[in-house]
Structures are given as C-alpha cells and as structure tokens.
C-alpha cells in the first residue's frame, strides 16, 4: 500500500509535526512493506515564515490552491490529511477520485472563537479561511478524531456521520520518562528551586482556553497561605496582562518562564517539577498531561472536554474555574506523600497504555478498512 501522508507548512505547527512524526514513525513500524511518502506546503519565496502582507498572500495562494493543486496529482492508495485546518483538501481529492482521510484534532475555534480573535492579524479573514478549511472534511472518506470528546463535537459541529468516524487517542513519545534521581536534583538546583518547595509546572500555548491566568491565582492563593511553592511556565511566555497580575501581587520570586524548550530539556523539566497544574478550558486531547505521568509528575487538570477520558483516574480532576479546588489539591499532594506517591504510581501505569505504535496501528486499520469498502 501506498500512503500519503499530507503535512502542514515546516514550522506551521509544532503540535502537528509531532503528530505527523510519530505517525510516520509508527506506520513503518506496524506496516513495514507499506511505502509512506510525505508532503507538505512550501515556505514563502523567501524560505522562511514572515509577517509581512506579500507573505501572508504567498501562505493562502500556497495552502489553498498550489499545494492542494499538487497533491491531487499524486498517486497513493490513501491520502491522510493530519490536520483539521487543511481538510479543505478532501475537496479536490474527492473531485480527482481519490481516497481522503482526515485528523480532526479538535474544534476549538468553532466552541471557543476567542481564540482566532485573540491571536490572529486579521481574524475575520482567519476564520473565514479556517471555516472553509474543516468544511472540506465532510468530503473525506473517513475521519479519525483524537478523542470521543472532538468526536462529538465533529457529529454536532459538521454534521458527519458517526459511522464514518473513528476515535483512535494520540501516544506519548518515549523519550518522556523517568530520570535519575541525580539528574533531577541538578536541574532543581540549577534553577534555584530547594527540596521542600512543591514545584508547579504548565506546558503548552498561552491561548485563552489553557487558562493560564487561573493557575497564576492558583500561586498567589498558595503564597497567601505560605506553602513553599514555585510555578515554571514552559512554551508560550506570559502575556502583557499575566506579567503585569504577576508583578502587581509580587509574584516575581514564585514564578519562573523557562521558554520553549527542547524535548530533551522539555524531559527534565517534568521530571523537577512536583505537579503538572494544566486547568484548561477546552482541550481535544491534552498530551501534556500523558508527557507528564510519563515522567512521573502529578496531575492536576480539568474535569471537563477531553482531558477525563486521557487522564482516566490517574489524576486530579477539578472544575477549571474552582481556584480554591485547585489550591486544596495541592495541598493534599503536599500534606500526604503517600496520596501523591500513589498518583505518581497510576500515572505512569496509566501513561503506558498510550503508545505511537498503538496509534498507527488503529490508523492502519482505518486505511485497511476503507479500501476493503472501496
């Protein structure tokens, strides 16, 4: 079998060349006769992402007619869209007779468009362009979702068929584990944090729906109350609005931005931190919190959208807007070594049920099947 595997533009998405990755990764695993081949979006005329109006109109010429233009020309059995955002492509493959699937990650600006409003340059131009995008995937053959949670919302929001979805959950990477203790205490050190302080941690984006501001009153309740504890912020750094509510509560010693970090770093900041406090609003999956049982960190996360069906009872489930849940679990996991350590033990078992090579697997077996249909 042959099978395309169409990417997002290099750099267009850290979250999406993990996915595509380890999903290459997998398929030669589990199907090693098969022959995967890749394709992407070019980068605009001067070879690198930019900002300027001649690039963003190079971007939309590029990702809604050259590439998809191109593809359609391919030969393979199975054209898999790893991106939502591009699903307008099932369009033209359908018209060219070929067999699409698409990964719908979730539905995000749909139940929250804040988040276009709030980060894009031209967000109405954005949405537009993003609505258009996921219409296409009602052209698809087939639609893998990441999770039940997005399912649903694919059922609701676009009005697909269940029956021609299928929910096949991301994997962690193996290199997400436990490190030696040795190492652990350095990289603490290193940063300054001692050994009795509970350290916090929280990984990903800065949109609105991360709900980073809560974990931030999460802090200053926790400082009111004296607990030694630190927060580390890794990947997008604090808004202009989170910086200020930082400074005005004198919070500049209790909070630390590590930027954004390799995976091998990434490892070890985990492993330092004591607690993952990961409050989002709405999440399709939620890998952060898997990295994190992986490496042996405990989890405080959201009881609503995906995060419950990742996250299983390995973790602290709380509303994402109860700060005072969410001070109580941390003091719990302070005040009884004992609870945390048996939260610690489930979320490694519970990491371990989510492979890259479970994931292809279940995707290999969505390709199998819609050609047997064909």
Known sequence: ?????????????????????????????????????EFAPELDRSGKKGKSLQQGLWSYYER????????????????????HSDGHIARWLKRNNRLGVVTCHDLINLIQPENVYDQARLP?????????????????KHIITVSSHTAQDVVRELKIEP??????PNGVESIFRLLPQAEITFFREQNRVAPE?????????????KNVFTALKVIKALKDRELPTHFWKAGADFTVEQKKFIQT??????????????????????????????PSLYEGFGITILEAMACGTAVITSNITSLPEVAGDAAIMVDPTDILAMVKAVCRLQEEPSYRKSLVEAGLARAKLFSWEKTAEKVAQVYEKILNLR
């Open 163 to 168: 029956e021609r979805i299928a929910v096949v």
């Open 124 to 140: 109405f131009v954005s949405m537009a362009a993003w609505k258009f995008a996921i219409g296409g995937m009602y052209q698809a």
């Open 64 to 83: 809604y007619w050259r590439y998809p233009h191109a593809v359609k020309k391919q030969q393979a059995d199975i054209f898999h869209i790893i991106d």
């Open 1 to 37: 079998m042959r099978v395309a595997i169409l990417r997002r533009s290099p750099k267009a998405s850290f979250s999406m060349d993990v996915y595509a990755n380890a999903l290459v990764s997998g398929l030669k695993t589990v199907r090693p006769t098969w022959e995967i081949v």
């Open 197 to 209: 302080t509970l350290c916090l941690l929280n990984v990903g984006s800065n949109h609105p729906r």
């Open 249 to 278: 509560h004198c919070l500049e010693n209790f909070v630390t931005y590590l930027g954004k970090p390799d995976k091998h770093t990434l490892v070890q900041i985990y492993n330092a931190a004591d607690v993952l406090l990961s």
